[in-house]
């Protein structure tokens, strides 16, 4: 089987715009969590008030603005998703050096980018105005701004990668998907390098209404947005909504080594499973995750007693949380694996930066990339007290502050509603 590394890392999420200024503002432990009050009237009358938006400004302050990334034509043709999604990517390529210009090289590069929800806001404004206006008010960019493929088609467009060109969207999987199936078509022979990650950008107020009315958002804390997002506390009460884009750059090992490329980490297992149970609530115990954990240990052929880190979904939702705490103390407590759950370290970043549907499985594939590479176990934010129920959440889930420790190999999970588990295994490069 053909290894495969990640040699690029490109982000845009709520605590900055880049991969590097995101990871530094996270160890700070800083929080890009705040008030969508300011945002109009449409939003201030829903019950919950809170995002992580992408902080706003130049490139050279690790903020954004489109123009640093593209030319107003193409901004205008492309849903606000799809431009994360290509400024990560450029970010992604440059890190990782991949400049291609051979048709060679070109046709063995390939993309998967997809988004869980896309463009919400042009479905909204064109639905509206096609019910008020009729047929002559409907855009001719109408489509190719919705479709969630479209990201992934304007990185190629853009980079001229002939490989294999494809979407996932499987809600809050989809990134963590997008980059466990490019590392199976470069394993595969498909392609030697692949672009790949999640986007998304659906702060819209239809869709946090749609979310809350779910019961899926937290609402306790509009006055101290900060505080909203805390997973594995005993006051979690549901998500933050959250926006942005994870993109990494996939490559053959033999392929990196010999453009003596830089190597992050190896993508040393993928595991997918289903809950086979419902629409939106988890399994109490944990199975589909489990299953997913287990399955990328195995294909890793990794011991749980060598998991040194587990990037977790949880996302500050009361069953979800317990859930996965259930599955990953299943999995990693036991005769082959620790002995203790204090033994076992896990963190949820979303206490920094939300929930960010589509993209949160690459965003957080990309922390976990850096706790590898930099033997650094970022931090859960606002863990006050673990619980609900107490007893359960008794492993170190890294409270506030990066803890220093090495990283040989560590999972990272991502669930999503339908019931689609997934959780990838990194390790240090070979
Ligand atoms: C949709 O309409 C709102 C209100 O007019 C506007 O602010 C927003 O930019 C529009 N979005 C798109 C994608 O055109
Ligand atoms: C698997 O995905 C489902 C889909 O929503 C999610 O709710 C559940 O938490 C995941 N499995 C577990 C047990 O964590
Ligand atoms: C968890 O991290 C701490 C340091 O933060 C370390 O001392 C401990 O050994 C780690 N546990 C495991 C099982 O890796």
């Not at 934010?381 to 190999?409: D, K, R």
Request: hydrophobic share 40%; glycine share 10%.
């Amino acid at each position: 089987m053909r290894k495969v590394v990640v040699t690029g890392l490109g982000a845009i999420t709520p605590l900055a715009a880049g991969a590097k200024a995101t990871w530094k503002r996270l160890l700070d432990a800083s929080c890009g969590i705040g008030s969508t009050s300011a945002l109009g009237p449409s939003f201030a009358s829903l019950p919950s008030r809170v995002a992580g938006l992408v902080p706003q400004g130049s490139r050279e302050d690790g903020r954004w603005q489109a123009k640093d990334w593209l030319p107003a034509s193409e901004e205008r043709q492309m849903a606000l998703f799809a431009q994360y999604a290509i400024a990560a990517a450029d970010e992604a390529l440059d890190d990782a050096d991949w400049h291609p210009s051979s048709p060679h090289q070109l046709e063995r590069t390939g993309v998967t980018v997809g988004s869980g929800i896309g463009n919400l806001d042009e479905a909204y404004n064109a639905s509206v105005s096609f019910h008020t206006h009729g047929y002559r008010k409907v855009s001719p960019l109408f489509v190719p701004r919705l479709l969630i493929n479209l990201a992934a088609g304007h990185i190629s467009i853009r980079h001229g990668f002939k490989g294999p060109n494809h979407a996932a969207t499987t809600a809050c999987t989809t990134g963590l998907h997008a980059i466990g199936d490019a590392s199976r078509l470069i394993a595969f022979g498909d392609a030697d390098v692949m672009v790949a990650g999640g986007a998304e950008s659906c702060i819209h107020p239809l869709a946090i209404a749609g979310f809350a009315r779910a019961r899926s958002l937290a609402t306790d804390w509009n006055d101290s947005p900060q505080l909203a997002s805390r997973p594995f506390d005993k006051n979690r009460n549901g998500f933050v909504i959250g926006e942005g884009a994870g993109v990494v750059v996939l490559e053959e090992l033999e392929h990196a080594k010999a453009r003596n490329a830089k190597i992050y980490a190896e993508v040393k297992g993928y595991g997918l499973s289903s809950d086979a149970f419902h629409m939106t609530a988890p399994r109490e115990d944990g199975e589909g995750a489990f299953l997913a954990m287990r399955q990328a240990l195995r294909h890793a052929e990794i011991r749980p007693s060598d998991v040194d880190y587990v990037n977790a979904h949880a996302t500050s939702t009361v069953l979800g949380d317990a859930a996965e705490n259930r599955a990953i103390k299943r999995l990693l407590l036991g005769s082959e694996g620790k002995q203790h759950a204090a033994d076992i370290n896990v963190s949820s970043t979303k206490g920094a930066i939300g929930h960010l549907l589509g993209a949160a499985g690459a965003v957080e594939a990309i922390f976990t990339i850096l706790a590898v590479h930099h033997n650094v176990l970022p931090p859960t934010l606002n863990l006050e007290s673990p619980g609900n129920p107490a007893e359960e959440f008794n492993c170190n889930y890294i409270p506030h502050a990066a803890q220093q420790h090495t990283v040989n190999a560590a999972l990272t999970n991502s669930f999503g509603f339908g019931g689609t588990n997934a959780s990838l295994c990194l390790g240090k490069a070979p």
